[in-house]
């Protein structure tokens, strides 16, 4: 089945420690997005990506980071200079930079401990 | 730059009663609107869209949403809800005529269906 896989579903991250969230798509989408969900806060846009070996800094993209060196990979890393990194991640593709249907992956729970 | 409001953090509504979801967005240009469903510890799904046309939309799960230019609203309706229609909804915005502008999300409405 096409889709968006994010892996791990859960992780814990101890204070100071980089974590890297994977998100792998299937879909042949060219453009990838990041995007952060706290709360009664919605979703926030972190990086995204319209094509290979290109990425751009969302709304929240301090304390953050990524690499698009493959068309189906989007892996995102949580430095430890972001202060508040606990949060439920999203990582989601479309086909097209302009296309109007973005499809969402399952989610990665990070907690800091 | 656009923006959108849900005006109702909570709806509570009991099996088999009717449910609207207020949507409210801002922008002076055109737009594309979306509603989206996150089901506990899922990522989100949409359930419908509006780009032009009519405008009543249909979607998936016996949703539907109207767009009233006038009022800047997309507010999506149910006319019968389930219990598996408790989630959270999420509307979201983009101006149309900005090909590479991302979408702008609420900040959600959890929709809990009481037996």
């Known amino acids: 089945d096409g889709g968006i896989t994010q892996s791990p579903k859960y992780l814990f991250r101890k204070e100071g420690q980089n974590v890297t969230l994977s998100c792998e798509q299937n879909l042949n989408h060219d453009a990838m997005y990041w995007y952060r969900q706290d709360p009664g806060q919605g979703l926030r846009l972190i990086y995204y990506?319209?094509?290979?070996?290109?990425?751009q800094k969302g709304d929240i993209a301090e304390g953050y980071s990524v690499s698009r060196e493959k068309k189906e990979s989007f892996p995102l890393t949580v430095t430890s200079a972001q202060k508040n990194p606990t949060a439920f991640y999203l990582c989601?593709?479309?086909?097209?930079?302009?296309?109007?249907?973005?499809?969402f992956g399952e989610g990665s729970w990070l907690t800091v401990v | 730059a656009q923006s959108v409001t849900q005006l109702d953090s909570q709806v509570p509504v009991f099996e088999e009663a009717p449910v609207e979801l207020r949507c409210n967005y801002s922008?002076?240009?055109?737009?594309?609107l979306f509603w989206y469903v996150q089901y506990p510890n899922q990522g989100l799904q949409l359930l419908l869209k509006?780009?032009?046309?009519?405008?009543l939309v249909k979607g998936i799960n016996g949703f539907e949403a109207e767009f009233n230019k006038s009022q800047t609203s997309f507010h999506l309706r149910k006319p019968s809800v389930h219990i598996s229609d408790t989630a959270e909804y999420f509307c979201?915005?983009?101006?149309?005529?900005?090909?590479?502008?991302?979408?702008?999300f609420g900040t959600g409405t959890r929709l809990t269906i009481i037996p």
């Open positions: 509006y780009l032009s046309g009519s405008t």
């Open positions: 922008s002076s240009v055109s737009v594309y």
């Open positions: 979201a915005v983009r101006r149309s005529n900005f090909g590479n502008e991302k979408l702008t």
């Open positions: 990506s319209q094509i290979v070996n290109d990425f």
């Open positions: 989601a593709s479309s086909i097209s930079i302009t296309g109007n249907t973005i499809y």
